[in-house]
């Protein structure tokens, strides 16, 4: 009996963990495919930093974490809510690295 309910527990497991990788996959396909919508980054990046003290460093930050997130928060700070990726990018020292 123990034995049925202990095979039983391990195939839903792994009936659960084989659909999560199959979404991953899923979802990772239609990206390749160019289904996500690509921001310009250029200019995202220039309305968020045009208020900057020092605006190359802020484009060449900007512009990394707009490559890897696919999105820029608007106005010229805060906003991170709008874009939860961009806000948690973290430099070595645990500082943020998106202005």
């Given at each position: 009996?123990?034995?049925s309910k202990?095979?039983?527990?391990?195939?839903?497991?792994?009936?659960?963990?084989l659909?999560?990788v199959?979404?991953?996959?899923?979802?990772?396909?239609?990206?390749?495919?160019?289904?996500?919508?690509?921001?310009?980054?250029?200019?995202?990046?220039?309305?968020?930093?045009?208020?900057?003290?020092?605006?190359r460093?802020?484009?060449?930050?900007?512009?990394?974490?707009?490559?890897?997130?696919?999105?820029?928060?608007?106005g010229?700070?805060?906003?991170?809510?709008?874009?939860?990726?961009?806000?948690?990018?973290?430099?070595?020292?645990?500082?943020?690295?998106?202005?």
């Open positions: 009996m123990a034995i202990a095979l039983i527990a391990s195939l839903l497991i792994s009936l659960l963990v659909q999560l199959q979404a991953d996959v899923f979802e990772n396909s239609q990206k390749k495919k160019g289904y996500a919508k690509k921001i310009d980054c250029g200019s995202a990046c220039v309305a968020r930093c045009r208020l900057s003290r020092r605006p460093l802020c484009h060449r930050a900007c512009g990394t974490c707009c490559y890897r997130c696919n999105c820029v928060p608007p010229t700070y805060g906003n991170y809510d709008k874009c939860q990726c961009y806000a948690t990018l973290t430099t070595h020292g645990g500082r943020r690295k998106c202005p």
